[in-house]
């Protein structure tokens, strides 16, 4: 499942694009500089803001190394429902059976997904119960809380 392609929005790809170009431009030689400075100062066996600054480099050589595969495998995702079914890119209006507030989210893949920016994954529980539904259909979610029913407002 690794390589494969993934559906991406121009926002995502152009967030992820942003974020790899900052990582390798200003991160990583951020981190070189300070390393180097941090190696300058004598001994390192015993520095632990070395070994952290170490460790800092190695976890955004590997963001690099993922957001750069997240990239390659990408396809553009077209947003919106041409037929009114929910699937990936489609925005949808819910509103909560036991809440009086209208919520929109985008779908989209988990790569891309952030609750606070109401993008729901595809492949959250919330997702997988959306697809496929119309404006009017209801869907009920488990949650360790217990059930969750969202009426489904709009699908554009």
Known sequence: ?????LKITQEGMDKLTAELRVLQNERIKELS??????SEEGDVSDNSEFEDL???YYYVE????????ILSRADLLEEGSADGTI?????ITVKAED???EETW?????EEASA??????????VGLALIGKQTGDAVTIQTPGGNLTYNIINVK
């Open 116 to 125: 606070k920016d109401g993008r729901i994954s595809d492949e959250s529980p």
């Open 87 to 91: 699937s990936l890119g489609s925005r």
């Open 1 to 5: 499942m690794a390589h494969d392609r």
């Open 54 to 56: 170490k460790e800092e």
């Open 99 to 101: 809440d009086e507030e």
């Open 62 to 69: 590997e963001r690099i190394r993922e957001v750069k595969g």
């Open 33 to 38: 500089e300070r390393i180097a400075a941090a």
């Open 106 to 110: 985008l779908l989209v893949n988990e």
